[in-house]
């Protein structure tokens, strides 16, 4: 009697087949202005604002797969919804606020990355402001986006200096529990100020539109892929990965903030430097791991999250403006077909350099940048939930209850800390 042939079982994705857009934008989330704004936060409330990190996860995670699901199931992104079923006045009003944030954001983040590299090297930062710029946007333009989608998974990597820190600067995590099960709430200017800028770090406009524009250029890059509304047998499958990506990514993002705030707090804060005002001061709170190394080792982490950063902050905008427009878009398209796609790149990424021409301490910037971004994503959430909701967008991949009630509370809770930064400035 024959032997029946062996079956051979449907292989699992691998962990790094399915780790993608959101593992690189929960990543891309810590860039030089977040470390910066977590660094002042833990520098001026020592463990106190630890708790907003763990607050904001489930808002941040669900708001994030609502991004990705909305550039899925309709094979287009978010500007390109908008342009397609809402009047052009607020589509250009939502794209134009999205640019004013992302350009500021660029712009803080290679003057960070330019002060990083002068501490490690020595020499004039605005030439390595110019000089990240113009990597930047060449990595961009010509590099294929499967080989550069690669590269940035790799570059996550950098962050692992962050979680290395808090457990070498003799932490008291009994304190650090108690701070974020019974936070020392305050009501003053600075303190909501604080909650606004942490708020904007890891619910931030530009990580909505890059999130779901690469759903968008993963379903172009695999032929066997197709927008779920065309496709409903592929939903259970690529809604489950997204779910997955999209958690594990951030709660990567939201613990390496939460490290750096504990660290800067166990030192900075600790030893009564509760203002950073230089790239130098943060850098200290990474001196306990290697001593006369710590500069390097802290250069080395906010140069790696700002090369992270810049292709997401350039690139959504460019998104944005080009589906906005009508433009062919996507870094997997050749410079030549996407003209005016990658010259908003270039143009975001020009304008963000010229910023740090100026007069304005690049610590400041970094911070004002994350209030911006959070005062911007009130309006742009808001839009998002109606049209996640709409079967004649979503098809039958509107939102489930949880994902809908998630995220109505994501948008209320950034009003909210908006309007009540309002309120504290006019008191």
């Known amino acids: 009697m024959a032997a029946e042939p062996e079956v051979k079982q449907p292989e699992r994705p691998r962990l790094a087949e399915i780790m993608g857009p959101g593992l690189i934008t929960g990543a891309s989330d810590d860039d030089p202005s977040g470390i910066a704004t977590y660094s002042q936060v833990g520098a001026q409330f020592g463990y106190g604002l630890g708790w907003t990190l763990v607050v904001t996860f489930p808002l941040m995670a669900a708001i994030q797969e609502i991004s990705a699901r909305i550039g899925r199931v309709t094979g287009i992104g978010i500007a390109g919804n908008l342009a397609r079923h809402y009047p052009r006045p607020l589509v250009g009003l939502v794209v134009a606020l999205l640019i004013l944030a992302n350009v500021i954001n660029i712009g803080a983040d290679l003057g960070a990355m330019a002060a990083a590299l002068k501490l490690l090297i020595g020499g004039p930062a605005l030439a390595y402001v110019a000089l990240f710029a113009v990597i930047s946007v060449l990595l961009e333009v010509f590099v294929r986006y499967s080989r550069y989608v690669s590269v940035l998974k790799y570059l996550t990597l950098s962050l692992l200096a962050y979680v290395a820190t808090v457990f070498v600067v003799g932490t008291p995590w009994g304190e650090v529990a108690r701070s974020i099960v019974l936070p020392p709430i305050q009501f003053s200017k600075d303190y909501i100020l604080s ?5 904007g770090t890891t619910i931030s406009p530009y990580l909505f539109f890059w999130q779901a524009e690469e759903e968008v250029e993963e379903e172009h890059e695999k032929p066997e892929k197709s927008p779920l509304i065309d496709a409903p047998e592929q939903a259970p499958s690529e809604l489950s ?3 997955l990506d999209t958690v594990v990514g951030m709660a ?3 613990l390496v903030a939460l490290f750096i705030v504990v660290t800067t707090a166990a030192t900075l804060h600790a030893h ?7 790239s130098a001061q943060a850098a200290e709170a990474l001196r306990p791991i290697a001593g006369p190394f710590a500069f390097v080792l802290f250069a080395a982490g906010i ?6 950063a810049m292709p997401v902050l350039a690139g959504s905008a460019a998104y944005a403006l080009g589906e906005a427009m009508g433009w062919t878009v996507g870094l997997a398209q050749r410079a030549g077909r996407a003209k005016g796609f990658y010259g908003a790149l270039a143009l975001a990424t020009v304008i963000g350099a010229v910023m740090n021409f100026s007069p304005i ?3 400041r910037a970094l911070f004002w940048s994350a209030v911006i971004n959070g005062i911007v994503s009130v309006p742009v959430m808001a839009i998002m939930m109606l049209m996640a909701q709409r079967r004649d967008i979503m098809g039958q991949f509107t ?5 809908r009630t998630l995220g109505w509370l994501a948008t209320v809770v950034m009003g909210l800390t908006v309007l009540a930064l309002a309120w504290s400035s006019l008191t």
Do not use: E, F, K, Y
């Not at 140069?303 to 992270?308: E, N």
């Not at 939102?399 to 994902?403: F, I, T």
């Open 303 to 308: 140069i790696g999250t700002g090369l992270l």
């Open 272 to 278: 009564g430097q509760t203002n950073i005002a230089t």
């Open 399 to 403: 939102l489930p209850p949880v994902l």
């Open 195 to 199: 909650i606004t800028a942490v708020l």
């Open 361 to 363: 301490d690049p610590i």
């Open 241 to 243: 990965r997204i779910r």
């Open 252 to 254: 990567l993002s939201n």
